[in-house]
């Protein structure tokens, strides 16, 4: 029987082989982003879950709130981790971790040691971090490694390259040098295989921070005032306690050790609890530096894009297979006389659905390799599709074969085995009801279609649109022709950046230089506390911190409102504002704010306003512009970010090219050890909306493929249409109907159908949107025309779509059509 089925089912696809083509080619995409989708959610989804009571595990994270405004940090006090071990019950182990960005020094030949600068995925950290963390022991001692000063455990692949010609054994014992510390090798653990943020490979003993001052002092580890983003604490909870008892626990131990102080009135700062398996996809706190995190909301969009694009392809097979019920009816009929059952024509049925499934699916697994290096640059490179080695993808194609299968297949096997021998033998097929209720379900499946496709549009449109708005609208700053440089943190010195500042002024194509710390816009925040005395009351705010010369804003360009700009002598006694902060302080008009007195401000300091600048945006524009003060402080020089705006080059001339190397060449001379590395700032703005950069790619492809299945069967009922009124389309061209009339006649339902879509999907896409939209304190509008322009899209792709169909059939000699069979 198994056999007869074949049988049928391969001559049923070779008679109906464009039927059979658009199937196959609607499914096998469908399930082709489906698979490709799954390796991306199960790669991010399986992060860090091997470590044992994984459960149990947390990160510590501070919660800082300031005036109202609320900032967000990984980093704890440095002193919390002993105080968790001595004042805390339930923690079964604590773990403190403080990362480290050490030049590395290894003995070599003639006593020439091997330099590797600035590395990272260095930590500090005790024993306890590897009875909280898997790790598989290579060479020394699992217990006590870590206990005394001075010690480091590498992982296996770090030591491999540090000692390539030593084994495991061997290593032990070895000196590695992290800047001037001195540490001896006490074990080698196994680098790990699995999918982890935890990827740091050189472990050196916690003690050795805390047994040496002037460390302990430079890292801040006794420190309760300072919180520093590199100092973090994981704790294994014990079986029994409460995640929340803890962490109420650890802000006691806060307010005891750090009491509130009066200058900071209305700030405030507590500890909570971060399950290990949220480190992943952290927003608020982050991962490690060196680590790329996943955002939950885009794989949830992801896995509803691969549904969709499924869906499609199943909604073709139902509508191509119950168009094509009538041409199976006699041999229906004739199986059941002979004595088929229900059952084994549902059976048959849908093995044929399950046939063409597997094909797709046969597709899909050759596909999804292209489809993962055309998405390389911004999928994880870990995410890969070995058939081989990873049995959960075929464990997931089977499933989601059956239920393609399934989807694809059940409907249409029950309709078709329902047919009565009697009626299908007397050319009956079916009745006017059935007629009808088969009729209606293809409309509707084909309304279902054409909303998921209008909707794909739309959103594609509006991401695409505020991207275009993001990147074009005036941020109140210059980003073009403008490079900056930084000066090695433990090198620089203010001489030495004086001299490299007057050097590069130097250069011709350098039109304006200016030295300081961070651009206008970045990914970095300085922000402090400042208290305005307005008659007897107090207006406490958190305001952001902007240090540069006096070139500073005449480079970028940042529009004077009122008041003089910065000037050297104003160190530490006056600086410009913005006008939001002005606002704050009670000033609409900015001249009124001139000369008036900051009495608290980063400290104790009292500082004169003396300028008042234009609004501009510190970070992208999903944050809001808040407070902002610009000052030439103590450390202008010493900060050592050099901002260099270029003089424009001649078209196809190489000027700038030739201006880099020369400052390549005079950092050098400056700074000989050190790696010279510049960035463009416009293409640093632009990084700020790279995931929105790659939602907009994400949502082109699905729209093009939404689009591309539903004209694929939209064509398959336009050829089944035209069919099965070929010879009333004759009768009406004998009569005189034009070619036009009957195209018109023939597309008529599709574009009712089509605009019935479009009344379906407007108010759910804009309600989608909007939601999305919100996320941005600045934004574009959601424009009418984005809804008129995707309908008429999807309006004038459908019609060029059945349109080759319907003209044909249209011009097609009456003749053939209404000869007699």
């Not at 097979?317 to 009538?326: E, H, K, M, R, S």
């Not at 309600?767 to 934004?779: E, F, L, S």
Request: glycine share 6%; proline share 4%; net charge positive.
């Amino acid at each position: 029987m198994i056999k007869n089925y074949f049988k049928i089912a391969f001559r049923g696809f070779w008679k109906h082989k464009l039927f059979t083509f658009i199937n196959i080619i609607g499914l096998s995409i469908g399930i082709s982003a489906s698979l490709v989708i799954y390796l991306i959610v199960h790669y991010d989804l399986s992060f860090d879950k091997f470590h044992k009571d994984s459960d149990r595990i947390y990160r510590v994270v501070s919660n800082f709130s300031f005036q109202g405004n609320p900032s967000y940090t990984p980093g704890v006090c440095g002193p919390l981790a002993e105080a968790i071990k001595s004042q805390a019950t339930g923690v079964e182990l604590t773990a403190p971790l403080f990362t480290l960005t050490p030049d590395v020094f290894i003995a070599g030949k003639k006593n020439i040691p091997t330099r590797f600068k600035a590395q990272d995925k260095i930590v500090l950290a005790d024993q306890a971090y590897f009875k909280i963390f898997n790790y598989v022991w290579l060479a020394g001692s699992s217990t006590n490694a870590l206990d005394a000063p001075n010690h480091v455990v590498l992982t296996s692949e770090r030591a491999k390259l540090y000692f390539p010609s030593l084994s495991y054994d061997q290593m032990i014992g070895k000196t590695v040098t992290y800047d001037t510390i001195k540490t001896t090798v006490t074990g080698i653990v196994q680098t790990i295989t699995e999918n982890t943020d935890f990827a740091f490979h050189d472990f050196i003993s916690f003690s050795t921070g805390t047994a040496n001052k002037d460390l302990a002092d430079q890292l801040g580890l006794k420190e309760w005032e300072n919180t520093n983003s590199a100092s973090e604490v994981f704790i294994k909870l014990s079986p029994t306690a409460s995640a929340a008892n803890v962490e109420k626990q650890l802000n006691t131990i806060l307010k005891k050790s750090s009491p509130p102080r009066p200058e900071l009135k209305g700030s405030t700062h507590a500890f909570s609890l971060e399950p290990l398996g949220n480190i992943h996809f952290s927003e608020k706190y982050g991962t490690f530096d060196f680590s790329s995190s996943a955002n939950k909301t885009t794989l949830y969009g992801l896995l509803v894009i691969g549904a969709f694009l499924l869906l499609l392809g199943c909604i073709n097979f139902v509508n191509l297979t119950t168009a094509q019920a009538t041409q199976r009816a006699k041999e229906i009929g004739i199986r059941k006389t002979m004595g088929s059952s229900r059952m084994q024509l549902v059976i048959q049925f849908l093995s044929e659905t399950f046939f063409i499934t597997l094909f797709a699916v046969i597709i899909s697994m050759l596909l999804a390799p292209l489809i993962l290096k055309l998405f390389a640059d911004f999928i994880a490179p870990g995410i890969k599709a070995d058939f081989i080695h990873q049995p959960n993808i075929i464990l997931f194609l089977i499933a989601l074969t059956i239920i393609v299968s399934f989807l694809s297949g059940f409907y249409p096997a029950l309709m078709l085995s329902g047919y009565k021998p009697v009626l299908v033998l007397k050319n009956q097929a079916q009745s006017n009801s059935n007629k009808t209720r088969n009729a209606w379900l293809r409309k509707s499946l084909t309304v279902s279609q054409f909303v998921i496709a209008q909707f794909f549009i739309m959103a594609t449109v509006l991401v695409s649109k505020q991207i275009y708005y993001a990147l074009h609208k005036d941020l109140g700053f210059k980003k073009d022709a403008i490079i900056f440089i930084q000066s090695p943190w433990k090198t620089r010195n203010m001489d030495r950046n004086i001299t490299l500042l007057n050097k590069l002024r130097s250069i011709p194509q350098v039109e304006m230089i200016s030295i300081g710390g961070a651009p206008p816009s970045s990914g970095n925040t300085n922000t402090t506390a400042a208290v305005y005395m307005d008659g007897k009351k107090e207006i406490r705010t958190g305001v952001e911190l902007k240090s540069g010369d006096e070139n500073f804003i005449k480079l970028y360009k940042i529009k004077l409102l009122a008041g003089r700009n910065i000037k050297k002598s104003d160190t530490s006694r006056a600086f410009l504002i913005n006008y939001k902060y002005a606002q704050i302080l009670g000033f609409k008009n900015p001249n009124d704010a001139l000369g008036k007195q900051i009495i608290k401000f980063n400290g104790d300091h009292k500082m004169k306003i003396v300028g008042v600048v234009a609004d501009f945006y510190e970070r992208s524009l999903q944050s809001p512009i808040n407070p902002l003060a610009i000052l030439f402080g103590k450390d202008t020089y010493q900060t050592g970010t050099f901002h260099i705006a270029l003089k424009p080059q001649t078209d196809g001339g190489n000027e700038w090219k030739k201006a880099i190397a020369t400052m390549r060449k005079q950092y050098k001379e400056i700074y000989p050890d050190d790696d010279f590395d510049y960035h463009f700032y416009d293409e640093s703005i632009a990084k700020f909306y790279a995931g929105e950069q790659h939602t907009a790619t994400l949502l082109n492809w699905a729209t093009g493929l939404s689009i591309f299945i539903s004209c694929l069967g939209l064509l398959g009922l336009a050829i089944y249409t035209t069919n099965q009124r070929t010879k009333e389309i004759g009768v009406r061209k004998v009569l005189g109907a034009s070619v036009t009339q009957i195209v018109t006649l023939l597309s008529s339902e599709l574009v009712w159908l089509i605009l019935l879509a479009f009344i379906l999907v407007t108010p759910i896409a804009w309600y989608a949107m909007n939601k999305w939209i919100q996320t941005y304190a600045d934004r574009t509008p959601i424009s009418w025309w984005i809804f008129a322009a995707s309908g008429a899209g999807m309006l004038i792709a459908a019609v060029f779509t059945s349109s080759f169909q319907t003209v044909k059939a249209a011009i097609a000699n009456p003749v053939k059509s209404l000869r007699s069979e």
